[in-house]
């Protein structure tokens, strides 16, 4: 990805390394003074700075000192190569700008990292195309606080969508509370049974069964075979409420997100996009979420 001899030629770079193969000193303000914006900006960092393998990192580390990153600090010649591979492909996922710098920082580093992936993320053309207009989310009827993983689910049905060549044309879609940890199920039809079956199957089985499970008004979700379910397990069935059936927002916006992930992958050839599936939650689930301020697998797994 990068070599000393990128450094090198990275005039803002370059003094902070030349330096470095003399003396692990910090420099005095004497020496630095010349030098551009950046390259002081370099240098306030001096002791977190590293030649690793002749190549220059900065050693990030949390507050508490429970966790340590090395982040490999980026030539400007590579930026765009390195942006493009955390939003642009389908491992990024197009995602926010949070999202998208949570991702980059957890391997690079350079001068007016955040201000350059603002501006990219906001003239992403194929983001500008799809998403549109930000609109303003009306608030939450009231606030549930949970404090376990799996003690509440948010779950919905997302589609009808394009068949696929599988035979899927919906997407059965649950979100934890706690650890907002993402599951997105295509499913063949909306009847009650195909529910009850992937929920058991994708969720029940591997993470327990939940005290309480919220969805909208479907009349999948209060079927005598799914009541009956939740009564053999011991759940407690929520709903929406019929005047506000936007009560629940988070699992809409994660609905929004699916739809925007798969339009700008899956445009040519609609007829797979179950397949994408598995990607994309990949990539959800390991980038920081904006309320929690971890990513789900961390929150989940630790």
């Known amino acids: 990805m990068c070599s000393l001899e990128d450094h090198l030629e990275d005039p803002a ?7 470095k193969l003399n003396s692990e000193d910090r420099p005095s303000w004497q020496e630095i003074a010349p030098e551009s914006p950046a390259t002081k900006r370099y240098w306030a960092l001096w002791d977190s700075l590293h030649l690793k393998d002749g190549v220059l990192y900065r050693k990030w580390e949390s507050d508490d000192g429970s966790s340590c990153r090395w982040q490999l600090i980026l030539p ?8 493009r591979e955390t939003h642009d492909s389908a491992s990024g996922g197009h995602f926010g700008v949070m999202k998208t710098l949570s991702k980059t920082r957890e391997r690079f580093y350079w001068d007016r990292l955040r201000a350059d992936v603002e501006k990219w993320c906001r003239e992403c053309h194929a983001c500008g195309a799809r998403k549109g207009p930000k609109t303003i989310t009306k608030s939450r009827l009231q606030s549930y606080n949970v404090g376990a993983p799996f003690e509440r689910m948010a779950l919905d049905i997302l589609g009808s969508l394009p068949v696929t060549t599988k035979g899927n044309r919906y997407v059965l879609v649950l979100i934890e509370y706690f650890t907002k940890w993402p599951e997105a199920i295509p499913i063949p039809d909306q009847e009650a049974s195909t529910v009850a079956e992937e929920l058991v199957r ?3 089985s591997r993470y327990g069964v939940s005290m309480i499970l919220h969805s909208d008004q479907g009349t999948n979700f209060n079927s005598a075979l799914f009541t009956e379910l ?7 069935k929520t709903r929406t409420t019929a005047l506000h059936p936007e009560s ?3 699992i809409e916006r994660f609905n929004r997100t699916i739809l925007n992930h798969l339009s700008l992958f899956v445009s040519k050839n609609q007829t797979v996009w179950d397949t994408h599936l598995p990607l994309f939650l990949l990539v959800y689930r390991s980038a920081d979420h904006e309320v929690t ?3 789900p697998a961390d929150m989940l797994f630790g």
């Not at 770079?13 to 330096?19: A, L, Q």
């Not at 400007?76 to 942006?83: A, G, P, W």
């Open 13 to 19: 770079i370059r003094p902070i390394p030349e330096k």
């Open 202 to 204: 994708a969720c029940i």
């Open 76 to 83: 400007k010649s590579r930026i765009q190569e390195v942006l």
């Open 230 to 236: 939740c009564k053999l397990l011991g759940i407690l």
């Open 248 to 250: 629940d927002g988070m």
């Open 293 to 295: 301020g971890f990513t």
